[in-house]
């Protein structure tokens, strides 16, 4: 769940995360897949209500 939270967010990168042991992906033609998915077009942004 934390694995995919981050790449929800784009603070890490798919490739990353498999150099790191956190994720398994099948071939780099995988892991150039899921960083375009993931790829974020602004930073996140955390907005409160207070």
Do not use: I, K
Request: hydrophobic share 45%.
């Amino acid at each position: 769940m934390a694995t995919l939270g981050v790449l929800l967010l784009g603070t890490v990168t798919a490739t990353e995360l498999e150099r790191s042991s956190r994720l398994t992906l099948a071939g780099v033609a995988a892991g150039e897949r899921l960083d375009a998915v993931f790829a974020p077009t602004s930073p996140p942004r955390f907005y409160s209500q207070f």
